[in-house]
């Protein structure tokens, strides 16, 4: 699953847990959910952070050379 993809679930997940008529149980299921998502969204966005400072530094060094 993207992270796009992940982003809309933990939306869906969100107006799923606001339902009034959903049980204790259910809810909690849910946030369990919500919180595996949310980890994962972190994970790919700590990467991304990485890779970005890594094409930054490249960046850096190609303007020194010239």
């Given at each position: 699953?993207?992270?796009?993809?992940?982003?809309?679930?933990?939306?869906?997940?969100?107006?799923?847990?606001?339902?009034e008529n959903v049980s204790l149980e259910?809810?909690l299921e849910i946030f369990e959910q919500?919180?595996?998502?949310?980890?994962?969204?972190?994970?790919?966005?700590?990467?991304?952070?990485?890779?970005?400072?890594?094409?930054?530094?490249?960046?850096?060094?190609?303007?020194?050379?010239?």
């Amino acid at each position: 699953m993207s992270l796009e993809e992940k982003i809309t679930k933990l939306d869906s997940l969100a107006s799923q847990i606001e339902d009034e008529n959903v049980s204790l149980e259910k809810s909690l299921e849910i946030f369990e959910q919500t919180v595996q998502i949310a980890d994962e969204c972190m994970i790919a966005l700590n990467d991304c952070k990485g890779k970005l400072v890594i094409l930054q530094d490249k960046v850096r060094k190609i303007i020194d050379e010239n």
